[in-house]
């Protein structure tokens, strides 16, 4: 089991930035796809971006061009840089590395094995 644990979530105003950090311990052997996912309160979960084992990044396309997902993978960590924010980027944010299928499908929902973060809340208000 990877535990990842998430910080750099806060409050913003509209057209700032932030970055989140997810720091990955505890790996087994395979090749995990690490991604980011959110959910806002009285709405659904939404895929945000994963970054493959094979280096393929798949963006959500409501945040295509404003957000960017890397990995430092000396250090265990996957980040998710965060432009040009919109009050509608306001949710819950998890880090999520999963076994199994990246991509969109990783996006559309990970799969039941895959580790969660606790999250970090990002707020930007108008």
């Known amino acids: 089991q990877v535990q990842l644990v998430e910080s750099g979530g806060g409050s913003v105003q509209a057209g700032g930035s932030l970055t989140l950090s997810c720091t990955a311990s505890?790996?087994?052997?395979?090749?995990?796809?690490m991604g980011w996912l959110r959910q806002a309160p009285g709405k659904e979960r939404e895929g945000v971006a994963v970054?493959?084992?094979?280096?393929?990044?798949t963006y959500a396309d409501s945040v295509k061009g404003r957000f960017t997902i890397s990995k430092d993978n000396a250090k265990h960590i996957l980040y998710l840089q965060m432009n040009s924010l919109k009050p509608e980027d306001t949710a819950m944010y998890y880090c999520?590395?999963?076994?199994?299928?990246?991509?969109?499908?990783?996006?559309?929902?990970?799969?039941?094995?895959?580790?969660w973060g606790h999250g970090t809340q990002v707020t930007v208000s108008s």
């Open positions: 505890g790996y087994t052997a395979g090749s995990y796809a």
């Open positions: 970054l493959d084992s094979d280096g393929r990044i």
């Open positions: 999520v590395a999963d076994l199994g299928l990246g991509g969109h499908y990783f996006l559309a929902g990970p799969s039941s094995t895959a580790d």
